[in-house]
């Protein structure tokens, strides 16, 4: 059955929800055959480039927000560092280490609801400095207004990066503090801006297959350029401090769902890709993916510019 699904997308046709279930059903035997398809899929329709992005975790912590997945969150008693907004020399130096190591994208990353006024303005200046030096500047700062997304755009801002983070459905699970209708809005207005938009999720958090295929779907219909892919790394003293990690041959087959799901579209792996899975990381091209998310995390180590580029390397693969 999978053959047929995967001539149906490399065909240009698109599944319909029931397929997407049948392609979540795969069963373990039959995985590598489901990366295998999923591999030609991205191979047709993102070719053999990867995109790749790194951040900078530019004001950490006291979020008033209650995520049950973040260690920021108001809710977390996890001991990570606090500080306000990071002066634009340092943010400028982890800029130009990423572009000295082949990186293209760089993403200034804030914690809260949404940043404040004089933050905007900073940002800014810290925005069109990066430009020069030759990197698409990206951020993520919130649940911002179209006018403060415009004003991003007009000084050189190239994505917007704002998850979903799981279906609407389980969404009220996981947030309580604001909606998933203020994400909706949110990724509109930075689509009407003309923002490039990178939106996805974190999977783990105890949602099911249905909501992972709820959330491809919206992310369809919202049409958004990257999608994101983390997987939870449970931390001591938030609400998910005791979940257990994701196995991680259900991670790759969310990465082959997704690609199946989203053919044309960038499936960039994120946070959680060496904790969750370890040795099988090397798979992710093969599973689907085509972009990463490279350096460390906000509050989690990630990998090192020097490994990835020798995986993409190892692959036969070139950066974007």
């Known amino acids: 059955m999978i053959d047929i699904l995967a001539d149906k997308v490399l065909n240009g046709g698109l599944l319909t929800n029931e397929e997407a279930f049948q392609v979540a059903g795969v069963q373990r035997k039959?995985?590598?055959?489901?990366?295998?398809?999923?591999?030609?899929?991205?191979?047709?329709?993102?070719?053999?480039?990867?995109?790749?992005?790194?951040?900078?975790?530019?004001?950490?912590?006291?979020c008033p927000e209650d995520c049950s997945?973040?260690?920021?969150?108001?809710?977390?008693?996890?001991?990570?560092?606090?500080?306000?907004l990071i002066r634009k020399e340092v943010v400028l130096e982890k800029a130009k280490e990423a572009k000295e190591a082949g990186v293209k994208r760089f993403c200034i990353v804030t914690s809260g609801r949404r940043i404040g006024?004089?933050?905007?303005?900073?940002?800014?200046?810290?925005?069109?400095?990066?430009?020069?030096?030759?990197?698409?500047?990206?951020?993520?700062?919130?649940?911002?207004?179209?006018?403060?997304?415009?004003?991003?755009?007009?000084?050189?801002?190239?994505?917007?990066h704002h998850n979903l983070e799981t279906s609407e459905r389980f969404f009220p699970a996981i947030c309580r503090t604001h909606t998933y209708n203020d994400k909706l809005k949110t990724i509109e207005a930075a689509k009407s801006a003309g923002l490039s938009v990178c939106s996805g999720g974190i999977f783990g958090l105890g949602e099911t297959w249905e909501d992972r295929i709820d959330m491809a779907f919206a992310l369809k219909e919202l049409d958004v350029n990257s999608i994101p892919v983390n997987f939870l790394i449970p931390v001591k003293g938030t609400s998910l401090g005791d979940m257990d990690m994701l196995y991680p041959f259900e991670a790759l087959k969310i990465i082959s769902l997704y690609r199946f799901l989203l053919p044309g579209k960038e499936i960039r792996i994120c946070g959680g890709r060496m904790q969750v899975l370890g040795e099988f990381n090397s798979m992710v091209f093969i599973a689907g993916a085509d972009s990463l998310l490279t350096g460390n995390y906000l509050t989690t180590t990630g990998r090192t510019f020097k490994d990835d580029l020798r995986?993409?390397?190892?692959?036969?693969?070139?950066?974007a």
């Open 311 to 319: 995986l993409i390397k190892d692959y036969g693969l070139r950066l």
């Open 30 to 62: 039959n995985l590598f055959n489901l990366f295998s398809f999923a591999n030609k899929i991205r191979e047709k329709f993102r070719t053999d480039s990867v995109d790749l992005c790194a951040i900078v975790n530019a004001k950490s912590g006291a």
């Open 69 to 84: 997945y973040c260690a920021q969150s108001s809710k977390s008693k996890a001991g990570i560092e606090v500080y306000p």
């Open 117 to 160: 006024k004089a933050e905007l303005f900073e940002i800014v200046t810290m925005v069109k400095k990066i430009r020069r030096i030759g990197l698409l500047p990206c951020a993520t700062l919130g649940l911002l207004s179209k006018g403060e997304l415009l004003f991003l755009k007009e000084s050189g801002l190239e994505r917007y």
